[in-house]
């Protein structure tokens, strides 16, 4: 099993196109007010959530929950 640094680094390397800021520049030129109303997360972040969860196999909230509280998945950069 890889240990976590560098399952996180390759979960970026792979998504990392769908992450760009010049693909979520070009989706608000066409959605505007996409996350207008967004409290909690952003649709970029909502994205990497569910991305994660599907690739590690959760299958509870409360499982991704815990691993998003303890993970430091990298929010803070989307």
Not at 38 to 60: M, N
């Given at each position: 099993?890889?240990?976590?640094?560098?399952?996180?680094?390759?979960?970026?390397?792979?998504?990392?196109?769908i992450?760009?800021?010049?693909?979520?520049?070009?989706i608000?030129?066409?959605?505007?007010?996409?996350?207008?109303r967004?409290?909690?997360?952003?649709?970029?972040?909502?994205?990497?959530?569910?991305?994660?969860?599907?690739?590690?196999?959760?299958?509870?909230?409360?499982?991704i929950?815990?691993?998003?509280?303890?993970?430091?998945?990298?929010?803070d950069?989307?």
């Open positions: 099993m890889q240990d976590k640094n560098t399952t996180q680094s390759t979960f970026m390397q792979l998504f990392q196109p992450f760009s800021k010049n693909i979520w520049a070009k608000h030129q066409e959605v505007p007010n996409l996350d207008k967004a409290q909690k997360l952003k649709t970029s972040q909502l994205i990497f959530l569910i991305s994660h969860a599907q690739l590690q196999e959760f299958e509870a909230l409360r499982r929950s815990s691993s998003v509280q303890s993970d430091n998945l990298g929010f950069s989307l």
